[in-house]
């Protein structure tokens, strides 16, 4: 079981820039993959960025290639996202996820464990 805890959400000036963090219980946080996700209001929920349990690969999606970076410490269990240059449609509830599996990271259904959320919102 693994239980995740995201934080560092906000309101920000459209350009500036967030970290959030996703914190994992639990001691096999080094054998997960990890993802970040968003849910804009009226939207389905989007991959936005993940990472493999070593932290050797990293995925993104296109929207933010070049804004965002996923970083993870496996001894803090903590995963990252840096967001810089954010735009208003950035603006969304954020969250992490952990898949036990380290392929087909961009889909929802491969992952096992979800946190509450963050909410980011970025003003023009």
């Known amino acids: 079981q693994v239980q995740l805890v995201e934080s560092g959400g906000g309101l920000v000036q459209a350009g500036g820039s967030l970290r959030l963090s996703c914190a994992a219980s639990?001691?096999?946080?080094?054998?997960?993959?990890m993802g970040w996700f968003r849910q804009a209001p009226g939207k389905e929920r989007e991959f936005v960025a993940a990472i493999s349990w070593s932290g050797g690969s990293t995925y993104y999606a296109d929207f933010v290639k070049g804004r965002f970076t996923i970083s993870r410490d496996n001894a803090k269990n903590t995963v990252y996202l840096q967001m810089n240059s954010l735009k208003p449609e950035d603006t969304a509830v954020y969250y992490c996820?952990?898949?036990?599996?380290?392929?087909?990271?961009?889909?929802?259904?491969?992952?096992?464990?979800w946190g509450q959320g963050t909410q980011v919102t970025v003003s023009s």
């Open positions: 996820a952990a898949a036990r599996r380290d392929d087909g990271l961009g889909w929802q259904e491969m992952y096992d464990y």
């Open positions: 639990g001691r096999t946080f080094s054998s997960y993959a």
